[in-house]
Antibody
Framework: QVQLQQWGAGLLKPSETLSLTCAVY????????WSWIRQPPGKGLEWIGEINHSGSTNYNPSLKSRVTISVDTSKSQFSLKLSSVTAADLAVYYC??????????????????WGKGTTVTVSS | SSELTQDPAVSVALGQTVRITCQGNSLRSYYATWYQQKPGQAPVLVIYGRNNRPSGIPDRFSGSSSGNTASLTITGAQAEDEADYYC???????????FGGGTKLTVL
């Protein structure tokens, strides 16, 4: 059974770079999407971006200028960097495994395994 | 702003049936995926694809879709179903994922 373990600095100062890593245990790293999602306190989920095992990325347009997601297949890990953080980046950050499929015309995407979340605080 | 729209809150009497909806243009091309999130916990996948439930998700959860609207139905809601529910799909470009704003379900 696949499990995701995530870690990284939880307290940052404004303008610093957020750095989180997620390790994949118990399953194959290939054939899946690897995503980052965040959730500000009391608010909904926001997709940050994704990477596949070959390194192809997609990012949320609202964060694209500050986000880098990378993968280290040798370690079955993927990472998130978010630069120039502000108080607006205060959130719980989750990593997740994604998959997809289709029924002809209709496609679907899902995230079936999630990390436990890392709370990131930004304070001077 | 989210490209997927959900009602902020819905309530249901214990044992009754409730439908949670999600609207968006991308749902004309992509099936919605549904997640359940309880306070302090990571989201849990409950419905994906046409109407698929991961192992461990009770069969009282089901999904459907029509036009630009996707629905999550809980038939015989239980107290443990009280949670936030989020829909999710690719956006209209197909390159990004979007979440609905979430629906808080209260079981009375």
């Amino acid at each position: 059974q696949v499990q995701l373990q995530q870690w990284g600095a939880g307290l940052l100062k404004p303008s610093e770079t957020l750095s989180l890593t997620c390790a994949v245990y118990g399953g194959s790293f290939s054939g899946s999407y690897w995503s980052w999602i965040r959730q500000p306190p009391g608010k909904g989920l926001e997709w940050i971006g994704e990477i596949n095992h070959s390194g192809s990325t997609n990012y949320n347009p609202s964060l694209k200028s500050r986000v880098t997601i990378s993968v280290d297949t040798s370690k079955s890990q993927f990472s998130l960097k978010l630069s120039s953080v502000t108080a607006a980046d205060l959130a719980v950050y989750y990593c997740a495994r994604g998959g997809d499929g289709d029924y002809g015309f209709f496609s679907y995407y899902y995230m079936d395994v999630w990390g436990k979340g890392t709370t990131v605080t930004v304070s001077s | 702003s989210s490209e997927l729209t959900q009602d902020p809150a819905v309530s249901v009497a214990l044992g009754q049936t409730v439908r949670i909806t999600c609207q968006g243009n991308s749902l004309r091309s992509y099936y919605a995926t549904w997640y359940q999130q309880k306070p302090g916990q990571a989201p849990v996948l409950v419905i994906y694809g046409r109407n698929n439930r991961p192992s461990g998700i009770p069969d009282r959860f089901s999904g459907s879709s029509s036009g630009n609207t996707a629905s999550l139905t809980i038939t015989g809601a239980q107290a443990e179903d009280e949670a936030d529910y989020y829909c999710n799909s690719r956006d209209s470009s197909g390159n990004h994922m979007v979440f609905g704003g979430g629906t808080k379900l209260t079981v009375l």
